[in-house]
């Protein structure tokens, strides 16, 4: 009987727990909310999505990068004052959270922070105020340099104020594939720098039109280089040593790089952050004097980036 009573007691104890166990599920992931409502471009359902869940959990990281979304996708969608409301709303709050715990603590954070300050820069730039964009985001860096968010605050500034500029100089001390020339010793040359990374899909989308255009410019000096980074992982997000990376990112280069594989691979994650690589592929073209001519985060098509490569080549 008395171990009846027992499994009863602990039976009743479920069925009390049940409903708040289902709250919490009704709740749900709220950036995954926010962002299937913004998909349906349904604003007004993401923002009751983010009532909600502020009034039951307060702001949180998870709330903040949510609330990130509704700045970039106002951002897309040129409505420029939303966006930039928004972005101020997210970088007050998480510098608020910065009162009680570290940026890279977890990775929502972060990845608010950085959104904000990227669209509050975006519609700087939108509005005219270029060098005000410069100014935030170098102030941005300043602060936030020795955290997750340098390689994106780096990029921003860079697709403000690279172009026409000296191109940073590579880390070359360690590397795969043959040793990387510096980029001093390649001027009176075109150069392409095909940032990418093991995990990525469009880098190896990208590798048959770098390989082609690489062919068809090679009578015209056009130098391909290709930094990546270790991340800290493998096969299936795989947590591995450097040593074991590095193995698997050559297999990855073998398999899906063989028509690249005699382009030099500096392995660096400070040119990540030199070139604001947070997005891969990156791809940066080099005039013959050493200057950028373009930065591109994300990949390009055979004909944009052959247009982009000509110029330098015929110059």
Sequence with gaps: MRIRQKRLLVFAAVLLLFPLRLKVAAQGDIVSDVRAELAQNSFSGAASKLANYKAQRGVTPEYLEA???MARESASARQWDHAAAYAAEVRTLSEQQLAKRKLDAEPHL?????AAYEVLAQSMVE?????????LLRSALA???NNSIRARLQKNLNLIALVGKPAPQLQEAQFLGPKPPTLASLKGSPVLLFFWAHWCGDCKAEVPIIARLRQELAPEGLVVIGPTQLYGYAARGADAAP???????????ARYYASLQDMPVPLSKQNFDAYGASTTPTLVVLNRAGQVAMYHPGALSYDDLRSALQKVVNR
Excluded: H
């Design 67 to 69: 609330l990130s979304w």
């Design 110 to 114: 972060p990845i608010a922070l950085g």
């Design 127 to 135: 509005k005219g105020e270029q060098a005000k964009a410069v100014s």
């Design 143 to 145: 602060r936030y340099g």
């Design 243 to 253: 040593v074991a990376e590095r193995a698997y990112i050559e297999a990855v280069r």
